[in-house]
């Protein structure tokens, strides 16, 4: 089915531990983007990216490394987990501007004990 | 700066009555606005956009938005609410004047249409 897909759904790790969250998308969209999204602040934006190989920051990227290395894949990676990072997580694609809508995965449930 | 707010965290609405869920928002240039639904334990859905032209937007599910400049607000409507309505929304903003596609969030409206 075509899409967005992220992987894995659900993760339990520890303090300290590298864990990396991966996206898929089959649309070939340029921009992707990682959300995560948090009980009164809504989505904030990690990182994103507007083509292979260009990555910028958002508006939390402390604490996260991204890469996209082919367009349609845009893996998270937390370095040192910590637990303020439990979260949801969502990566989504765009088209290339003009604005278009953004296209979201079914997001994964972080837990960092 | 960029921001978005959506003053109700919580909507309650009779089914078949009209249904608001409000947004303002502040951008330095000209904005895109945007609706997004989320369901339980999915991602965000698009629902609406306003960039340019005509003040009132209607998008999917027969929702509606009408952009108010002077009011810098973009609220959500919906003549008759459904059930299948009941749902968590966010409004999202973009500076039209930035390079870059990405989107400050609200912290979202739940909203709930009793039977």
Known sequence: DAGITQSPRYKITETGRQVTLMCHQTWSHSYMFWYRQDLGHGLRLIYYSAAADITDKGEVPDGYVVSRSKTENFPLTLESATRSQTSVYFCASSEIDPPSPLHFGNGTRLTVT | ?115
């Open chain 2, 1 to 115: 700066a960029q921001s978005v707010a959506q003053p109700e965290d919580q909507v309650n609405v009779a089914e078949g009555n009209p249904l608001t869920v409000k947004c303002t928002y502040s951008v330095s240039g000209n904005p895109y606005l945007f609706w997004y639904v989320q369901y339980p334990n999915r991602g965000l859905q698009f629902l609406l956009k306003y960039i340019t032209g005509d003040n009132l937007v209607k998008g999917s599910y027969g929702f509606e938005a009408e952009f108010n400049k002077s009011q810098t607000s973009f609220h959500l409507k919906k003549p008759s609410a459904l059930v299948s309505d009941s749902a968590l929304y966010f409004c999202a903003v973009r500076d039209a004047q930035t390079g870059a596609n990405n989107l400050f969030f609200g912290t979202g409206t739940r909203l709930t249409v009793i039977p």
